[in-house]
């Protein structure tokens, strides 16, 4: 069983006395480190005895650890915290099969009570990292300091850069919400181009996919900063950007080098699996507005 489906099954047995030490070891961990039995029962408002009860039974239920003396939130405990908070919005009522596992998410479907079904992203970063896109930013990257909150930030990078797109075009999904380490999206339907799934026509994909980071950096002033197949979404004619956690304000001093990296990467990935050449400068011209066209 995940993390994920873990924190789903047990949210549902929990206490108020067991969520309130739950926010209080949350609250403690983004200022105070790993909180104490005496910290968590002047943050929680909570008899200390009432507490000693709480973290025992949530670290049966695997959604707190211990550190010395203090507790620490699992990432079934943030995940937990996350779902209610979504439950208690009446934005979800049920977590469906999981949609996509990546290297830095899981994707899960989700449910409201009138049926309909979105996509929630849960982040896992620590099972992989951010190093390489934390060398071409400046040292505000300090708050990579812990597991959580990498997996904060990304959220809600993400979800404020999806907003900032919407509207733009339905190929960038929309986000509905996010909640500690999880962003609630609309669900999209599609393969991953690392698939090389048969495409109508190879070089109107590309020039669409070009057009589509055209319009990110043009209209909302951004640069998705890590684009490549394994990120754009297709159904054999049409494509959807996905994951912008690690994107960039076109006013970042970086921003130019890592819009031509995302230009090289999706150039490179259509010349070697559908044999579909372009000029690299050209593309650059064009996406960054430099020209009006490709030709």
């Keep these: 069983m995940s993390t994920t489906e873990n924190a789903a099954r047990v949210m549902k047995s929990l206490k108020d006395e067991e969520w309130r030490t739950l926010a209080g070891v949350e609250r403690a961990s983004t200022g105070y480190g790993t909180p104490d039995v005496g910290r968590l029962s002047r943050m929680s408002r909570l008899p200390q005895e009432r507490v000693r009860f709480a973290t025992a039974d949530l670290e049966k239920k695997g ?3 211990r550190k010395g003396r203090g507790f620490a939130l699992t990432r079934e405990g943030v995940e937990a915290m996350a779902l209610k908070d979504y439950v208690k919005k009446d934005l979800i009522y049920a977590l469906g099969a999981i949609i996509a596992k990546g290297k830095e998410s899981d994707v899960y479907e989700a449910l409201t009570e009138e049926g309909t079904v979105y996509a929630l992203k849960l982040y896992k970063i620590g099972r992989t990292s951010f190093t390489s896109v934390r060398r071409s930013r400046p040292r505000e990257e300090a708050a990579f300091r812990s597991w959580m909150t990498a997996n904060y930030d990304a959220a809600r990078r ?6 900032k797109l919407e509207g733009l075009s339905p190929s960038f999904p929309r986000a509905v919400a996010y909640s500690r380490s999880t962003v609630l999206l609309e669900e999209v339907s599609g393969v991953r181009l690392s698939q090389r799934p048969v495409l109508e026509d190879p070089e109107g994909a590309l020039g669409a996919i070009l057009a589509l980071m055209r ?3 043009a209209q909302a002033s951004l640069v998705n900063a890590d684009l490549s197949e394994y990120n754009i979404l297709t ?3 049409s494509f ?7 994107a960039v ?3 970042h001093p970086n921003s130019t080098e890592l819009l031509a990296h995302d230009i090289k990467a ?3 990935f259509f010349k070697r699996a559908y044999g579909v050449a372009a000029d690299l400068h050209k593309c650059y011209e064009y996406v960054s507005g430099r020209s009006l066209s490709l030709g």
Excluded at 158 to 163: D, K, M, S, T, W
């Design 63 to 65: 959604l707190l650890t």
């Design 215 to 217: 319009t990110a950096y």
């Design 249 to 251: 304000d076109s006013s």
């Design 266 to 268: 999706v150039t490179t």
């Design 240 to 246: 959807w950007l996905i994951d912008w956690p690690q």
């Design 158 to 163: 993400e979800y404020h850069a999806l907003r």
């Design 235 to 237: 159904d054999g004619a």
